[in-house]
């Protein structure tokens, strides 16, 4: 099969024939119809995850059909169509048996544990687990965008934040990940406030239902911003970029009592940001994480994709090919462009 593969961190990928990947007996192989281009790739490729052993294929945002099934799989056959949460469990160890696969304490992740999805074809373990079914109206590259950044926001904004209807939300970074979380809080009745220091993703952000936006380029106090706009701060703040500053923005601009979620990644020099702890004692605040989400709450969001509450096609951007997806993958760090990058050529 064709795939992009890196032998060392930093290095050029390359688009390569590779040997395909053949079933676990408790996995199933896919063919990849769409890959998303995710930022989680980048930290792989730069070196942050120490999971990854060169040589290496990213990729983790994925949807596509089964084309073969391990020989203890029981719940699924070859055509199905499937995505798959960025983190699978292994359904034996006590998160698991809690229904906490996102947080399994012998997770597997495909493009960090094993080969990933910039690929013809990826491997996944323990299929009957953490594969979703796919409903034949949404199309394969939707269906990709959804892989890690919107469920993870799905997570953050719905079971992590609990928000509700009339209460106010923080969205700071509007990449893919922010962008889902002000469509979904918006689909919940929330009024949202997008922080970013881009205007053309602040003016997605408004056309997916910001009620007010913040360049934090051009003010000097984003938390003073928001909780001037929200009368009194937000009551659910969350960090979608994953930097010291939005961190510390986002628990600064919240109310009393008020709960900040930490979606996007802090690794390397970011892993140990300063935070305002003498806020979060005195109001009370609550600093959550939301690491991804399970195969078995994918329902409770597909569903509300076939009602039209949510309309993640909005948020795909670019469809690229695999051979784009090397300088993709290479200039995250950029942070170019709107949307989310789906590689839908192979």
Not at 53 to 67: D, F, Q, R, S
Not at 96 to 109: E, I, L, P, R, W
Not at 140 to 156: H, K, Q
Not at 249 to 268: D, E, F, P, W
């Amino acid at each position: 099969m064709k795939a992009v593969i890196y032998e060392a961190f930093r290095a050029t990928p390359q688009v390569r024939s590779v040997p395909d990947p053949t079933p676990a007996p408790d996995g199933v192989v896919v063919q990849v119809m769409a890959s998303g281009v995710c930022r989680s790739d980048w930290h792989g490729w730069v070196g942050h995850d120490t999971d990854i052993v060169l040589p290496h294929v990213p990729g983790h945002e994925l949807a596509g059909t089964i084309v073969a099934v391990g020989r203890e799989v029981r719940r699924w056959k070859i055509g199905d169509r499937i995505t798959v949460p960025f983190v699978g469990g292994c359904g034996a160890c006590p998160e698991c048996h809690a229904g906490h696969q996102q947080v399994c304490d012998h997770q597997f992740q495909p493009g960090f544990t094993h080969w990933g999805s910039f690929a013809e074809y990826v491997g996944i373990h323990h299929a009957d687990l953490n594969l979703v079914a796919l409903p034949d109206t949404l199309d394969f590259a939707t269906a990709a965008s959804l892989g890690c950044r919107f469920v993870t926001s799905f997570r953050a904004v719905v079971d992590q934040g609990r928000v509700s209807a009339g209460q106010w939300v923080a969205v700071h970074g509007c990449g893919g990940v922010g962008l889902s979380a002000i469509m979904i809080a918006r689909a919940v009745g929330a009024q949202v406030i997008a922080i970013d220091i881009a205007e053309d993703k602040l003016a997605l952000a408004r056309a997916l239902g910001a009620v007010a936006t913040v360049n934090a380029s051009q003010v000097d106090d984003v938390a003073a911003a928001v909780i001037d706009i929200s009368r009194g701060g937000a009551h659910v703040s969350l960090d979608a970029l994953g930097h010291p500053t939005t961190c510390f923005n986002s628990i600064s601009n919240l109310r009393k009592r008020g709960k900040h979620v930490q979606v996007g990644l802090m690794l390397a020099e970011h892993s140990t940001p300063a935070i305002p702890m003498s806020k979060v004692i005195a109001h009370e605040l609550e600093i959550l994480g939301s690491h991804g989400m399970q195969a078995h709450r994918y329902g409770a969001m597909l569903a509300m994709v076939q009602s039209g509450q949510l309309t993640p096609a909005q948020l795909v951007g670019r469809r690229i090919s695999l051979a784009q997806s090397v300088e993709a993958l290479m200039h995250m760090d950029r942070f170019e462009g709107t949307g989310v990058t789906v590689i839908t050529e192979f």
